[in-house]
């Protein structure tokens, strides 16, 4: 049976959310202050109503009026008036006075609830201070507050970073994912097989969708392995546990997340504190789960810290089989494959995606490329960054596609390539300079795929680029795109050369390339 039931407090806050600063802090604050004990009890959702509004709109010298307001009411006789305002204190900042004034409560109050409040509130806001109470073995401190907090003190004193040169020499036992979406998989192994300095280093074990899975033969850095452009994500794959009840699972899982392999990889790869975000992948929110393992990993390992803010680690659980396996993904942003991407565009390509798109053209020598529908310039960039081209050209409806592009471009430093960009149809290339029958020796584009924007005609657009690339490609010239229809070319003059079905995201889409014969 539905509870009719109404709750005061919450329609009391609901209305006190909708006011602003002034009116919290002339009317409702000095309201609350005269009120009887009993009164204050009942309009409590004061106090929980400034600690969010002024966070949200809040001049700096308001949320100092707002956070010395809460500070005097951690001195409250009603218990349930301090919990309020030491939950409201960490959304307008608590300062070192907010700090000090937490934590001589806590080392006072004798309710249990409140001591445990009160370490929530310090999971977030304490400092340097709380640490070294916490060193003192002050008793009621549980490891989670401990974790975060030292945590909270490492990332802003001793900021962690990837080292993407250092190199690990010491890796049995260690394979590594390269993780892509699906369908993409075929040009990772590609890109890895025709790789020189990544042969020398990996040896691949198996390919599955989305998945390559490789293993070092010799001491390797980060940066060899960022190398490759065709993959999405790199996880270092520590261990493995089976399928098994609750506590038994989480000790196998900390083991993993704490073990020599994983301490070493760490060690070798991070500057300074070493803090991971803890990720369940296929399960949705965890956090309980994330909460004990952590907390567990903690324990076998103080040196290695769960920190959900800015960490440069990721440690990821995978579901493998009848079990879990343990990753290690840097936390890179942004990725230093795509130092060239300034600005972006709402449809732009998947950079992996561009990347085996370049690939698939093959090697090309004084080459001219055109893209026409540009967006933000990856796949023109993905091209020339192969070498063997002399030129590109860009071109898309859009003004400000057109000028991504040409920043993007210009940020790559493609030595020795002309570019063109020019906002127009692509239809209406014998306009453009350097366009025209025979001109060109690929064209490559991700085209609009009728997703995000409908396209009105999108049949007949795919059908005029099949059209267009039979007159401006050379012979022997290719066209690589993204094919979103079952489409084949009528044009006696292309030939489909390759088709494989891709993962755009949700849905699956055709990466085709034609070549002209004649």
């Known amino acids: 049976m539905k509870n009719d039931k109404k709750n005061p407090g919450k329609e009391l806050y609901n209305q006190l959310r909708r006011l602003s600063c002034d009116q919290l802090w002339d009317i409702?604050?000095?309201r609350f202050d005269a009120a009887s004990s009993q009164e204050r009890i009942e309009r409590v959702a004061v106090v929980r109503a400034v600690g969010?509004?002024?966070?949200?709109?809040?001049?700096?010298?308001?949320?100092?009026?707002?956070?010395?307001?809460?500070?005097?009411?951690l001195n409250d006789p009603c218990e349930k008036i301090r919990r309020y305002a030491m939950t409201a204190l960490p959304k307008i900042g608590s300062g070192p006075e907010g700090e000090k004034a937490l934590l001589s409560l806590f080392q006072t109050t004798t309710c249990e609830r409140e001591k445990k409040f009160l370490g929530e509130t310090l999971d977030k806001i304490g400092g340097v201070a709380t640490l070294e109470i916490i060193k003192e073995g002050t008793p009621g401190f549980n490891a989670q507050t401990e974790q975060k907090v030292k945590a909270s003190v490492a990332r802003s004193l001793s900021p962690s970073t990837v080292r993407m040169d250092r190199v690990l020499s010491?890796?049995?036992?260690?394979?590594?994912?390269?993780?892509?979406?699906?369908?993409?998989?075929?040009?990772?192994?590609?890109?890895?097989?025709e790789s020189a300095t990544i042969r020398k280093k990996f040896r691949i074990l198996e390919v599955r969708s989305g998945l390559v899975i490789m293993t070092p033969v010799s001491p390797f850095s980060l940066a060899d392995i960022y190398t490759l452009r065709c993959f999405g994500t790199v996880g270092l794959v520590t261990g493995a546990v089976p399928d098994s009840d609750g506590e038994n699972c989480v000790e196998a899982l900390a083991s993993v997340i704490t073990s020599p392999l994983s301490r070493r990889i760490l060690e070798t790869f991070t500057e300074g504190a070493i803090?991971?975000?803890?990720?369940?992948?296929?399960?949705?929110?965890?956090?309980?789960?994330?909460?004990?393992?952590?907390?567990?990993?903690?324990?076998?390992?103080?040196?290695?810290?769960?920190d959900a803010r800015n960490a440069p680690w990721a440690v990821e659980i995978y579901p493998s089989?009848?079990?879990?396996?343990?990753?290690?993904?840097?936390?890179?942003?942004?990725?230093?494959?795509?130092?060239?991407?300034?600005?972006?565009?709402?449809?732009?390509?998947?950079?992996?995606?561009?990347?085996?798109?370049?690939?698939?053209?093959?090697?090309?020598?004084n080459?001219?490329?055109?893209?026409?529908?540009?967006?933000?310039?990856?796949?023109?960039?993905?091209?020339?960054?192969?070498?063997?081209?002399?030129?590109?050209?860009?071109?898309d409806l859009s003004g400000e596609a057109v000028e991504i592009t040409r920043e993007n471009f210009a940020a790559a430093k493609v030595a020795r390539v002309q570019a063109k960009f020019a906002c127009c149809d692509f239809r209406d290339?014998?306009?453009?300079?350097?366009?025209?029958?025979?001109?060109?020796?690929?064209?490559?584009?991700?085209?609009?795929?009728?997703?995000?924007?409908?396209?009105?005609?999108l049949r007949g657009l795919i059908?005029?680029?099949?059209?267009?690339?039979?007159?401006?490609?050379?012979?022997?010239?290719?066209?690589?795109?993204?094919?979103?229809?079952?489409?084949?070319?009528?044009?006696?003059?292309?030939?489909?050369?390759?088709?494989?079905?891709?993962?755009?995201?949700?849905?699956?889409?055709?990466?085709?390339?034609?070549?002209?014969?004649?």
């Not at 026409?372 to 002399?390: K, M, N, Q, Y």
């Not at 993204?482 to 699956?508: E, M």
């Open 28 to 30: 409702e604050v000095p």
């Open 52 to 73: 969010v509004v002024f966070s949200e709109t809040g001049t700096l010298e308001e949320k100092g009026k707002a956070r010395s307001w809460l500070l005097r009411l």
């Open 170 to 193: 010491e890796f049995a036992g260690l394979r590594i994912h390269l993780r892509g979406r699906a369908g993409l998989e075929s040009f990772v192994r590609e890109e890895v097989e």
């Open 275 to 306: 803090r991971y975000r803890l990720n369940f992948i296929a399960k949705g929110h965890q956090r309980g789960a994330v909460r004990h393992l952590a907390n567990r990993a903690y324990a076998l390992c103080p040196e290695i810290l769960n």
């Open 321 to 365: 089989g009848r079990g879990s396996s343990v990753e290690l993904r840097p936390r890179l942003t942004p990725d230093p494959r795509y130092y060239f991407r300034r600005q972006d565009v709402p449809a732009a390509s998947h950079p992996p995606l561009a990347a085996c798109m370049a690939r698939l053209a093959g090697r090309m020598d």
């Open 367 to 395: 080459a001219v490329v055109w893209d026409p529908f540009c967006g933000s310039g990856s796949e023109l960039i993905e091209r020339a960054l192969l070498g063997g081209v002399t030129g590109v050209h860009g071109t």
């Open 429 to 457: 290339y014998p306009r453009i300079a350097g366009l025209g029958r025979d001109s060109v020796n690929l064209i490559i584009t991700n085209p609009p795929l009728g997703k995000r924007v409908p396209i009105p005609n």
């Open 463 to 518: 059908e005029d680029l099949l059209a267009m690339a039979a007159n401006v490609l050379r012979p022997g010239g290719k066209l690589v795109f993204a094919n979103p229809l079952p489409v084949q070319s009528r044009q006696t003059a292309l030939r489909l050369q390759s088709s494989r079905v891709v993962d755009f995201g949700g849905f699956d889409c055709r990466v085709e390339m034609y070549q002209k014969m004649r």
